[in-house]
Nanobody, 116 residues
Framework: VQLQASGGGLVQAGGSLRLSCAAS????????MGWYRQAPGKQRELVAT???????NYADSVKGRFTISRDNAKNTVYLQMNSLKPEDTAVYYC???????????WGQGTWSPVSS
């Protein structure tokens, strides 16, 4: 499985960004897909996940501001980030979980700093 993420970049506090991640390869067992992030000096943490059926899960810190969605036909997951805060500054990683092999695949990470 290969994951190609795009859409990160510098944004001012209060602004918005949209991240995209396209999966390719042996993706039949991929479920769910999602996003994690790692801020400087901190551990990687869950941001949001979405299943093929559309069920979503969010970290408390992003609820009401971020929206995850998935286009199964395009094998792509999106993360719409609104009302961004400086504490959202992190490298954002796309994640795909192979439910058969019980293995996590990771994208290359996209750096998204939020300036105050």
């Amino acid at each position: 499985v290969q994951l190609q993420a795009s859409g990160g970049g510098l944004v001012q506090a209060g602004g918005s960004l949209r991240l995209s991640c396209a999966a390719s390869g042996s993706i039949s067992r991929i479920n769910p897909m999602g996003w994690y992030r790692q801020a400087p000096g901190k551990q990687r943490e869950l941001v949001a996940t979405v299943t093929k059926a559309g069920s979503t899960n969010y970290a408390d810190s992003v609820k009401g501001r971020f929206t995850i969605s998935r286009d199964n036909a395009k094998n792509t997951v999106y993360l719409q980030m609104n009302s961004l805060k400086p504490e959202d500054t992190a490298v954002y990683y796309c994640n795909a979980y192979d439910s058969g092999m019980k293995y996590h695949y990771w994208g290359q990470g996209t750096w998204s700093p939020v300036s105050s």
